[in-house]
Structures are given as C-alpha cells and as structure tokens.
C-alpha cells in the first residue's frame, strides 16, 4: 500500500518521554563498539526509532519493507545522562518512485524542559510489494 | 593522531560487523527490523541477504570521528545509505573508514569521510561537524 501523500506537514504526537539513564547509554555504546566518554552522537536513534514505529503503525507500514535512506543529527547541545527525550516527527515529503515510496521526516528532539536537543532528519524508503 | 587540520588524512579504521553484532544493535536501538536478523525475510523483500542497519553502520562512523578527534562534541553528523552492509552468517563484514578534514573554522572542524566495505562505497557523503576543544 503506498503511503498517503497528504501526511506531508503533518506533525505526529510526541514520543512517551525517554530517561537517557547510564546503563542506556553503557548498552548503546557497548553495541557499536564505542570507548567515547560522551553519549554516542547517533544515540538519539533510540527516540527518532521509537517515533518512526509509532509512524508506522498509524500508517499501517510493515517494518521490514522499509529501510533507511538517509539520517541527519544536528545538534543544539549534547545529550547527557539525566536528559528526558522526547521526538516530535514531522512528515516533510512523500514521493513514489516505481512502487517505492520515499518518505522525508524530520524530527525534533526536546528536553524535560521542550528545548530542543537535536534535529534528526530522515529518509525512509518503502519498498512495495511486488 | 592527526592534527586536524585543514586537508589533513585521517587515519583508516576497520570494523567487522558480524550477525552478533546486529543482534545487540538491535537490543540497544529498539531496531529489531528483521531484515537485519533473518536472512529469509530479507530475501523476501528483495534485499542480497541480512544487512546491516545503516545505523549501525552510521554508528561505526560516529566512533571513528571519536577516535580521530580526541571524543570532540559532534556538532552534526549526517550521511545517505547508498548500498547495504550485508553480513553472512559465518565471518563477518568489514567496514573501512577514512577520513579527510575538509575545513577548520568558526571553531569547528568538518571532517569528510569515506566508507566502504569490500571496495564499495556503502554511504553516501558522510560528514561529521566536531567542535573544537
């Protein structure tokens, strides 16, 4: 099923708010192998993954038909331990290329306090059933 | 280390990503996409065999910035997944990372990398923005 072009500019509803905690990031860094004293710089993957899965159970989009196009993380400040995240996706572009489907997010990664943390975007390409 | 200069080679660094290796991943990102687990699947839906996630891959890239720059704060990192990772049952895959320092200013390095696995380019402009210490 090809996802619905006029979600274009429609924000969804925030993430449940994630406690970065140091057992968290020890497992995310231990995962790729990372010695860095810091939060990992795409550590933010675990709110912008979450808000993708939410996307895509409201569009009813079955995870393994999709993989990712490409990722942006800019960031305002570091996440540190103690930060509670929460990701706000926007729907920024949708296109059909051939039966694929090339969907542009963006989302906006807020603090406890709603100050923004990081602008994650990314493109998610739908492969359609053949 | 290299300095990080402008026009500076970053020293190449490799990682064999294993199937293991994507089982954690997936753990620890909340990705448990099984094209990344599950060769039948990923054949299935027309991918060359299990892949790796192209976060994790971008992950492998955010650690060699680390290595290269001393752990500077990453201001940006960005990247296209442009040919997937694809890790056989038995052995691994290896992922080769360069680099050049592109610019230095405004305090903040930009570093251009280049990474490939067995000889092919799997993302597409990666770049990494680290501030200075």
């Given at each position: 099923?090809?996802?619905?072009?006029?979600?274009?500019?429609?924000?969804?509803?925030?993430?449940?708010?994630?406690?970065?905690?140091?057992?968290?990031?020890?497992?995310?860094?231990?995962?790729?192998?990372?010695?860095?004293?810091?939060?990992?710089?795409?550590?933010?993957?675990?709110?912008?993954?979450?808000?993708?899965?939410?996307?895509?159970?409201?569009?009813?989009?079955?995870?393994?038909?999709?993989?990712?196009?490409?990722?942006?993380?800019?960031?305002?400040?570091?996440?540190?331990?103690?930060?509670?995240?929460?990701?706000?996706?926007?729907?920024?572009?949708?296109?059909?290329?051939?039966?694929?489907?090339?969907?542009?997010?963006?989302?906006?990664?807020?603090?406890?306090?709603?100050?923004?943390?990081?602008?994650?975007?990314?493109?998610?390409?739908?492969?359609?059933?053949? | 280390?290299?300095?990080?200069?402008?026009?500076?080679?970053?020293?190449?660094?490799e990682f064999v990503v294993r199937?293991?290796?994507?089982?954690?991943?997936?753990?620890?990102?909340?990705?448990?996409?099984?094209?990344?687990?599950?060769?039948?699947?990923?054949?299935?839906?027309?991918?060359?065999?299990?892949?790796?996630?192209?976060?994790?891959?971008?992950?492998?890239?955010?650690?060699?910035?680390a290595v290269w720059t001393d752990?500077?704060?990453?201001?940006?990192?960005?990247?296209?997944?442009?040919?997937?990772?694809?890790?056989?049952?038995?052995?691994?895959?290896?992922?080769?990372?360069?680099?050049?320092?592109?610019?230095?200013?405004?305090?903040?390095?930009?570093?251009?990398?280049?990474?490939?696995?067995?000889?092919?380019?799997?993302?597409?402009?990666?770049?990494?923005?680290?501030?200075?210490?």
């Amino acid at each position: 099923m090809p996802i619905d072009a006029s979600l274009v500019g429609r924000e969804f509803p925030p993430t449940a708010p994630f406690l970065v905690t140091e057992a968290e990031v020890a497992s995310f860094a231990a995962a790729t192998g990372s010695g860095s004293r810091r939060v990992p710089a795409t550590f933010p993957v675990v709110v912008t993954f979450r808000a993708l899965l939410e996307f895509l159970e409201a569009e009813r989009v079955e995870l393994a038909r999709i993989v990712h196009g490409d990722q942006k993380f800019s960031y305002e400040r570091p996440v540190v331990v103690g930060d509670e995240l929460t990701a706000t996706l926007t729907v920024t572009g949708v296109r059909q290329i051939e039966g694929t489907d090339i969907l542009r997010t963006t989302s906006a990664i807020t603090d406890a306090d709603g100050a923004l943390v990081c602008t994650a975007g990314a493109t998610i390409v739908h492969r359609g059933e053949a | 280390m290299s300095a990080l200069e402008a026009g500076a080679e970053l020293a190449p660094q490799e990682f064999v990503v294993r199937r293991d290796d994507l089982v954690a991943y997936a753990g620890a990102s909340g990705d448990h996409n099984p094209i990344h687990q599950d060769e039948s699947i990923a054949h299935l839906v027309g991918l060359p065999g299990v892949i790796a996630h192209g976060m994790y891959t971008m992950a492998l890239a955010a650690r060699a910035v680390a290595v290269w720059t001393d752990d500077a704060e990453v201001v940006d990192l960005g990247c296209k997944f442009t040919a997937p990772v694809v890790v056989p049952a038995e052995g691994g895959a290896t992922v080769r990372i360069a680099g050049t320092v592109k610019s230095v200013a405004d305090g903040c390095a930009t570093l251009a990398l280049d990474v490939t696995c067995a000889g092919e380019k799997v993302l597409g402009a990666p770049k990494a923005v680290v501030r200075l210490g």
